[in-house]
């Protein structure tokens, strides 16, 4: 039988149940509540009713009244005992989460404290890659931290929170839900990472295996062996730093999780090691009297964003560390500050997609993760060492541990054994980092065709592309796409030619949801002359795509946006100064006639918008609700978020 097919009436209706063991009464827990004529009188019935509720579920009654710890977590899936599926997650980032859950539970009971846990899953952008699933993306970030807010808020006896999770969402979700918990300490624990497959391909690169079979380059069978081992382990996130993986990094990097947790590799020792440390450092927290408030600063934020530049990190989080901001009530950082901490900050992380020698993110654990490139950037005077971090300790006191430890000098040399790896190629000194080429991570481009911004991963850039000076530049014809499938059929089907600009619009966050695509980054690597052809959009990037693709494009061409204006054959100007990241994309040509940006612009503010420009069809009400309650939130440079009260004055001002 597949898919239910022949499946009677009658199975429905009745099966072999022994309904004559069906009961109305159960002896319930022996024992005796903890209580006292104190609570009773004093006490919301809510606390006293909830110590029924767990000595129902089992919990013994002399430990009701230890103190209440919330685990969240985004786990997916039901797993047997045995690892084996009964229903599958939508990732392996969060198939095994409910491990380090676990673990973290039983070191809590272990030292006298009650767990207590809950889920809000998450979706997997890679799986939602060229769908309507897509749609759902980012919305589904804010949405999530709200669920997760809730679920803290509603266990009002908490005295701290563990959040556990991995990927594109609900990682950054988690970090926003957790940002929000003021006086109480909370500690984030990251999922890990999958391991490379020994043969065969990562999870990135499999991704671009249809347009490569159109392209003539695989065969079907090559296809599907390389599309089922790619993920080569059942959990953590992809083995390339994009979104899951930057976002881990950024957690450390933001002291909630512990030193040298992020990148690990899932279901593995080490891995489970840090969720039973963890529960061990939010009780630490208590005793030292430190809430999330003291460990969620301006500086720590900065931190962050250094981090992000040092690994090379997805562009995903410029819209997600100004949520975490916005949550934990702080300024949240705007675009000069990204482009002040870019230009200050070396790149010195060598992982996939950036390369050059593209390690994966299990390589990057091993040859030292975060604290390692910590050292370099306290060398360079980069980083504000002094923060708390959810050890207890700053993070100076971190940093000297880490710099003698055992643990640092052992899985450096494991690297070594187990691959041949040098760590010092992978997480490279300033020094090294220049001589190989390495660039500054983003940069934020203007112009006429972005006159609010834009950015691009500047460092991602084909360097035989770059000149001399640094400088990539890069005129072409438009070929102008309102929907994403239509691009896609565009590449596989040989109709984007040597030099073009591809332009994707209607893909922001009133079209699409400010959709991520992916999907076209990696098939125009299916095509021989790849690097030689752009990509402009207001939707956003993968954090694994590579090339001259400029996103984020503001305003969107739904909001009246200039890119929303251009028609095929227009003629575009792209140049990124990847010394000075100063970049500009703007529209200089019609046809064969050429002129300068000025000229340009002057056109477009007499051109009107293309009679064609939509939502997608399928938008759904849930992201069109999402895309105005951001829009009135600051917008796209704004993190996306929903600020409660620029959204009720403009309430207030359209009821007047």
């Not at 969402?169 to 020994?198: D, Q, R």
């Not at 962050?304 to 702080?330: D, E, K, Q, R, W």
């Not at 020698?357 to 990057?364: E, I, L, R, S």
């Not at 959709?515 to 980054?521: G, H, M, S």
Request: charged content about 20%; some cysteine.
């Amino acid at each position: 039988m597949s898919g239910g097919a022949g499946i009677e009436l009658s199975e429905v209706l009745e099966s072999h149940v022994e309904l004559r063991e069906t009961r109305t009464h159960a002896p319930g827990p022996e024992g005796n509540l903890p209580i006292t004529a104190e609570m009773l009188l004093r006490e919301p019935s809510g606390n006293l009713f909830g110590l029924s509720q767990s000595a129902g579920m089992g919990w013994e009654p002399e430990r009701l009244l230890d103190p209440e710890f919330l685990i969240l977590s985004t786990h997916g899936g039901v797993r047997a005992a045995d690892g084996r599926p009964i229903a599958l997650g939508f990732h392996t980032g969060h198939w095994e989460v409910g491990l380090l859950v676990s673990e973290a539970a039983r070191e809590l009971r272990n030292l006298r404290a009650i767990p207590y846990a809950g889920a809000c899953t998450d979706p997997c952008d890679g799986r939602t890659q060229g769908t309507v699933g897509m749609l759902d993306s980012l919305p589904f970030r804010n949405d999530a931290a709200m669920v997760l807010r809730r679920l803290m808020r509603s266990l009002p006896t908490r005295k701290g929170v563990l959040g556990v999770a991995t990927c594109d969402k609900g990682l950054p979700a988690m970090m926003m839900a957790l940002a929000s918990s003021g006086p109480l300490p909370s500690v984030l624990v990251p999922g890990g990472v999958t391991l490379l497959p020994e043969s065969g391909e990562d999870a990135g690169k499999v991704q671009t295996i249809g347009a490569r079979f159109a392209q003539g380059q695989m065969s079907l069978e090559e296809a599907a062996e390389v599309g089922c081992r790619a993920c080569a382990s059942p959990g953590g996130g992809c083995q390339f730093l994009g979104t899951a993986a930057t976002s881990q990094v950024v957690g450390e990097a933001l002291g909630l999780s512990l030193p040298h947790s992020a990148l690990a590799p899932s279901g593995q020792r080490v891995w489970l090691d840090a969720a039973m440390r963890s529960a061990r450092a939010i009780l630490r927290l208590v005793q030292k009297g430190i809430g999330t408030a003291d460990v969620l600063t301006d500086a720590a934020i900065r931190n962050a964003m250094v981090l992000h530049a040092a690994f090379g990190g997805s562009t995903n989080l410029l819209l997600h560390v100004p949520a975490i901001a916005h949550a934990a009530g702080l300024r949240r950082p705007g675009r000069e500050d990204w482009e002040s901490v870019n230009r200050a900050t070396p790149r010195l992380v060598d992982a996939l997609p950036n390369g050059p020698q593209n390690f994966a993110t299990v390589q990057v654990f091993l040859a030292g993760g975060v604290p390692e490139v910590m050292l370099h950037l306290e060398r360079l005077g980069l980083l504000d060492t002094s923060v708390q971090t959810v050890t207890g300790a700053t993070l100076d006191e971190n940093l000297r541990w880490w710099e003698t430890s055992l643990r640092r000098q052992e899985l450096r040399h494991r690297l070594r054994q187990l691959d041949g790896v040098d760590p010092d190629d992978v997480i490279l000194s300033p020094e090294n980092a220049r001589q190989r080429g390495l660039t500054s991570t983003v940069c934020f481009p203007s112009g006429n065709l972005a006159p609010e911004g834009s950015v691009i991963k500047s460092t991602a850039i084909d360097p035989s592309l770059i000149d001399e000076d640094q400088v990539y530049r890069h005129t072409g014809s438009a070929r102008v796409f309102i929907r994403e499938t239509d691009a896609i059929e565009a590449i596989k089907s040989g109709r984007i030619s040597k030099g073009d600009v591809m332009v994707l619009i209607c893909a922001g966050p009133k079209g699409a949801g400010m959709q991520e695509i992916y999907q076209i980054t990696s098939a125009l690597k299916s095509l021989p002359f790849c690097r030689h052809v752009a990509v402009l959009t207001d939707a956003r990037f993968s954090g694994v795509s590579t090339g001259a693709c400029v996103g984020h494009i503001s305003p969107e061409a739904l909001a009246g946006g200039s890119i929303g204006k251009l028609v095929d054959g227009d003629i575009i100007s792209i140049v990124i100064d990847r010394r000075s990241l100063i970049g500009s994309v703007d529209f200089i040509g019609e046809g064969e006639q050429q002129f300068d940006e000025a000229e340009g612009a002057r056109r477009l503010a007499v051109r009107g918008p293309r009679p064609d420009l939509e939502p997608h069809p399928a938008l759904p009400q849930d992201t069109r609700l999402w895309a105005a309650l951001v829009q009135a939130s600051g917008g796209v440079w704004g993190g996306c978020v929903y600020d409660t009260d620029a959204i009720c004055t403009a309430l207030a001002q359209g009821n007047a």
